[in-house]
């Protein structure tokens, strides 16, 4: 949770540098990596629930 709502001016620059910096090299092929993995995973197909008026 520190991470997402940091609570010090400092840990607020870094996470900032940190999202500049994902977007780099070579970070960049690391995350896109990562993120293609997602493409494999299958979800179930789950039915609509009924709709009550």
Same mark, same amino acid.
């Given at each position: 949770?520190?991470?997402?709502?940091?609570? #010090?001016? /400092?840990?607020?620059?870094?996470?900032? !540098?940190?999202?500049?910096?994902?977007?780099?090299? *070579? +970070?960049? #092929?690391? /995350?896109?990596?990562?993120?293609?993995? !997602?493409?494999?995973?299958?979800?179930?197909?789950? *039915? +609509?629930?009924?709709?009550?008026?």
């Amino acid at each position: 949770m520190q991470g997402y709502a940091p609570d #010090s001016a /400092l840990m607020i620059r870094l996470r900032a !540098a940190s999202m500049r910096w994902m977007g780099r090299w *070579p +970070l960049r #092929s690391l /995350l896109a990596a990562q993120f293609a993995k !997602a493409g494999d995973i299958t979800l179930p197909d789950y *039915p +609509l629930p009924a709709r009550t008026a």
